[in-house]
């Protein structure tokens, strides 16, 4: 059996976190760059996860009662300019289409950034009468957003994928119900499929969607110190409703405008789960998301290899449900596939050898903590199975320990500014006024307010940690993507 070099991970992850995450992606074999900048291909190993989590979330929406549909990919420049808060925000990001061959067009198109406008402008037409309501529908699409900052795969790319669903309601509560009910079924699945905790909360007037009243977010803390925001919920009020004048006949036979939301979640989530769990061996993909949730590598001596690769065949059948692999590479040592596999994050590895086959048992091992446990084959199932459920609540609860670790609450200034620079996720009182925002993030070289936790309450007689003026809300911050 001939022995190869495997070019595994060559720098720490605590040494130098980018250029980790750079090669953890290329050797993992999840991206493939192309000759445009900021946009990449998402190979088998990374898109089967946004797969597995798709389906996780659009079941979620389903059983809320939203439909699924798809609108155009391009947007007429009359449309995207027509609620005019929401185009100022997205102007710089918009790349446009403005010839067909060697014809002019004679109206620009935005390629699509967010599908507000072309949506909504269908909801005008759809709408009448509060029978038409609610209206909540949903598609899964790609966008371009043409960021001129540094690009990172998964985390900020000129095109991604994401879910964005758009509603429209005859009252307020029940649009700031669904607006909370998005919220969750996003937190859910970080915590649940993921393994990566999220903070819930409200953005910043400063840092809200733009062209919404508020907007609802999760926040994430990662090991590199820098926070992310992880996914959005918007309450668009009547904003837009008023622009594209979305009018019904309600009950009192009165006509009104309609009450909105609009809310994202995208493959930014892939990237704060690797962020988040791998190592310095490879990735670490929590068992929820992970396509296949074991290998099986024979350990094969010539004279007992039919037996052994048999042994490996039924155990496969045996547990078929987990999607298992065997890795029956003959020109690989069984120690270059313990690594290959540890490099693309396999949750358990199954090793199965002459003496194993002998004991009428298989060692299983953990590809988190790298611990081995001898298991009989006759209770090799059920054992999987807790190994797989205490591998994803393990790598939640290490990571929950991280943040918790990492969350330091400050009183002024100067021990804001000493936080910051320790890298930590900074808990304060705070005004919530743009000025002082801007302030901060002047001050502080880009720290910036994250989210203001749903589960503090509003404050009274507390004064603002850095303006000293009378604090609103508890607030959290940080660098952030």
Known sequence: MQKKDLKGITIKKDDDFSEWYSQLLQK?????????????????????????VQTYLDKKFKDSGVKNVYFPL??????????????????????????AGSTK?????????????????????WIRSYKDLPLRLNQWCNVVRWEFKHSTPFLRSREFLWQEGHSAFSTKQEAEKEALEMLNYYAETYEDMYAVPVIKGRKSKKEKFAGAEYTLSIETLLPNGKAIQCATSHYLGQNFSEAFNIRFIDKDEKTKLVHQNSWGFSTRSIGIMLMMHSDDKGLVIPPNVAENKLVIVPILIDKEKEKILKACNDVAKLLKEFNPIIDDREEYTPGWKFNDWELKGIPLRIEIGPKDIAKDSVVVVTRHDNKKSSVKIKSLKNEVGISLEKMQKDLFEKAKKYIKNNIIVVNNWKEFEKAVKEKKLVKANWCDT????????????????????????????????????????????????
């Open 74 to 99: 391009f947007i007429p420049e009359h449309l995207l300019t027509k609620e005019a808060k929401h185009f100022a925000g997205f102007t710089p990001e918009v790349a446009w289409v403005t010839e």
């Open 434 to 481: 743009m000025n002082c925002e801007e302030d901060i993030k002047n001050k502080s070289d880009g720290a910036k307010s994250l989210v203001i936790p749903l589960d503090e309450p509003e404050l009274k007689g507390k004064r603002c940690f850095n303006c000293g003026k009378e604090a609103s809300f508890v607030c959290y911050f940080g660098k952030s993507y």
């Open 105 to 125: 067009l004679s109206e620009r198109l935005a390629i699509r950034p967010t599908s507000e406008t072309i949506m909504y402008n269908a909801y005008a037409k």
């Open 28 to 52: 993992a074999d999840l991206i493939e760059y192309t000759d445009v900048s900021g946009c990449y291909i998402l190979k088998p190993r990374s898109y089967a996860i946004w797969e597995i």
